[in-house]
């Protein structure tokens, strides 16, 4: 049974829950588990820099693990069973590269449903599936 999830949480959609978080916490009850919640906030083009403050990036980071934590508050499981994590770069790199050093056996990513007819999953969990060294649940919503 699955014991580490890692969950990918994208903090810029308005859904009331995250992508997954409901099918998470399913899995991680049934295993008694942990649940890492994860972000990856975009990397700001060079060129952009000038226009920014300076703490710009650490001041990102600092908003993304409150939003995180918050998320995590409202997770029915035990708090040392629950972890958050924040990145700074390409989703699926950052995604799969967090599940290698946490040693996550499950990586649980929202999915968009489709809008044509041969469209069959967004870029980035696409991605995750087919260079994941462990399970993957992709989640349509």
Known sequence: MYRRLLLAVDLA?????????????????CANGELRLMNVQPLLPATFMEY???????DQERRAKEALEKIALGVPLP???VSCAVA????YHELLREA???????????SHRPVMSDYLLGSNAKTIV??????VLVVRT
Do not use: M, Y
């Open 79 to 81: 708090r040392e069973r």
């Open 52 to 58: 920014v403050p300076a703490d710009f990036d650490a």
């Open 88 to 91: 700074s770069g390409g989703v």
């Open 130 to 135: 087919r260079h994941a060294q462990c399970s």
């Open 13 to 29: 959609d308005e859904a009331e829950t995250p992508k997954g978080l409901e099918e998470a916490i399913a899995v991680a009850n």
């Open 100 to 110: 290698q050093e946490w040693g996550a056996d499950l990586i649980v990513v929202g």
